[in-house]
C-alpha cells in the first residue's frame, strides 16, 4: 500500500457536538488524556478556576460569556490511528460555523447530559447531522450523578432526531452510584473505578456475569433486563446504517470520572470511516493517493492578538501535503506558497511538515483564500461549494462614526468572507447599510464586537421585520419587490435572495404566484 493509503486508512476526523454543559469541553480533555496528549493538569481545556482558557476560546468576547465561538482542531494518537478533533462552537446557537465543521468531518459524537436528554436549542444541530447522513455517535454523559432512566433517552432520542440508537454499552448501578458497564455483544461486566478528580485513566476490571450478578445484585438484574428489552426491539448496531447515519451506537459514561471514556475511543477508532475519496463538483471521485488537494472548510483572521493574520483551515482531501509545496488556488488559478502552515493546537500553533488525508492544517495569512476554496498540485480540483445556510435572522447594521466608514466597510467584507454572518446588500444603497443575515442571533454579537474591536467601527443594528430567506432569479425579482413585506438583497457572490416577513406570506406567495422562483436553501427548520 502506498503511504498516503496507508497514512489516510489511520485517520479518524470527527467532531464533538453538544448543548452547553453536556460535557463538550470535559470530554475533549479526557480524550486527550487517553490520547496520551495531555498530561494530569497541565495546559487543561478548561481553566482551575472554571473559566476557560487554552484549547478552544481566543476571543475576549468568549472569555467574558465563557463559551466558545470559534473552532480548533486536536491531533493526537490513539492506538494505531491519528485522530483529529474538530472543535465546534459550544453556545447555544445554531451557528453556520458549526456547520462548516461538520463538512469537514467524517463522523460527530453527540453529547447529552442524562439528565437532561436533549434540550431544544440544540436539536437543529441533530438534525443537521442526520439531514447529511453524517454518522453519528452519541455519548450519555455525567452517569455519576442522578439522571434520567437510561430506556426513557433512548426513546427520545429516536422521537425527537430520527435517528435509532443501538446501545453498545449499558449502565450498571444507580444513579449517582455508577459502577461499570455491561459491554453489549460479548456480555461482559466492566467495573471502573474512581481515581483522584478525574485525572488519570479509570483502572477497569473485567468482572464475568455470574460474580457481576452476585456482586451487583439487583442493579445487575436491572441492565440484564434492559438489554433484553433492547434485543428484542431489536436496537442492534448494524455498520451500514451507522454510515448513512441512520443508526447511532451509544454509549454511556461519565466525562468527569473518565467512565467509559475509553470505549468511546475505541468505537471512533474501530467504527468511524477513516477518510474516502472525495467528489469533485460534477460528482467525479478524486483518489486519496491521487496527487494533493484540500478543501477550505473554516477561515480566521485575529485569532490571537499577537499574531495579527489570516488562517484558512484546509482539511487535505487527496495526496501528501508537504510544508513548502507550491500549491494552485483554484477559484483565482494563482500559486501559493505553503512556507507558513501550522497544526493549531487550541492556541499553540506547531509547523506542520506533513500532512495526509483526513488531517486539518492552517495556512497562515492566505490573503485571497475562501471558505470552500479548493486548493490542488498538478491535477485541477473543483469541489463543491460549503453550501450557505439558510439564515433567519436579519438585522440591518450601520456605522455610528461615519469618519470611521472606510474601517467598517472593510470589516464587514472580512467578516463576510470568514462566514461570520451573511451580508446582504441592496445593489443601489451599497454599504451604506447591509442586512446582516444569521442563523442564530449570537453571530450578529460576534459580528459587532470585531467590527469594534478589530475594526475600530462603531456599529448599530436594528432588527429587520423578515424571518425567511428564499433564492431567486432576476426575472422574479421585479415582481417580488413590487410586494409589500418583501425585499430582494444580493450576497457578494451574487446569490439573490428574496426575503419575507413571516413564513406564511411567503407559503400564500408562493401559492398565489407559482411561475416566481424561490428556492429553498438548505437546513430550513
Ligand atoms: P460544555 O463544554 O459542553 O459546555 O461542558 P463542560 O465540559 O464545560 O461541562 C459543564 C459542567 O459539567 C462542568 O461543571 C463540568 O465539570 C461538568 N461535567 C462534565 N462532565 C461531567 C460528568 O461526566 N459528570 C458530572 N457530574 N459533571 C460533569 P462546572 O461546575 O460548570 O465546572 P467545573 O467547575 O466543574 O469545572
Known sequence: MSEVLDQAARRRTFAIISHPDAGKTTLTEKCLLYGGALSAGAGAVKARDGRRSATSDWMELEQQ??????????????????????????????????????????AAIMVLDSAKGIEPQTLKLFEVCRDRGLPLLTFLNKWDRPGREPLE??????????????????????SGDFRGVIERGSNQFIRFERTARGSTMAPEELVDADRAAEEEGEWWEKAVEELELLDAVGANHERDNFLAGVSSPLYVGSALTNFGVRHLLDAVVDLVPSPSPIEDEDGNPRALDAPFSGMVFKVQANMDKAHRDRIAYLRVCSGEFKRGMVVTHDRTGKPFATKYAHTVFGRERETVEVAYPGDVIGLVNATDVRIGDTLWVDDPITLPRVPAFAPEHFSVIRVTDTAKFKQFRSGIAQLDEEGVVQVLRDRQLGD????????????????????????GAPVELSPAKFSVARETDEGSEAELRAMSGVDVLFRADGTRLALFETPFWLERIEREHPDLVLNRLIAEG
Open 432 to 455: 451604506q447599510a447591509p442586512m446582516l443575515a444569521a442563523v442564530g442571533p449570537m453571530q450578529f454579537e460576534v459580528a459587532k464586537h470585531r467590527l469594534e474591536n478589530e475594526f
Open 153 to 174: 433517552l433512548i426513546d427520545q432520542i429516536e422521537s425527537e432526531i430520527g435517528v435509532s440508537p443501538t446501545p453498545m454499552t449499558w449502565p450498571v448501578g444507580i
Open 65 to 106: 460569556r465563557g463559551i466558545s465561538i470559534t473552532s480548533t482542531v486536536l491531533q493526537f494518537p490513539y492506538r494505531d490511528c491519528v485522530l483529529n478533533l474538530l472543535d465546534t462552537p459550544g453556545h447555544r446557537d445554531f451557528s453556520e460555523d458549526t456547520y462548516r465543521v461538520l463538512a469537514a468531518a467524517d
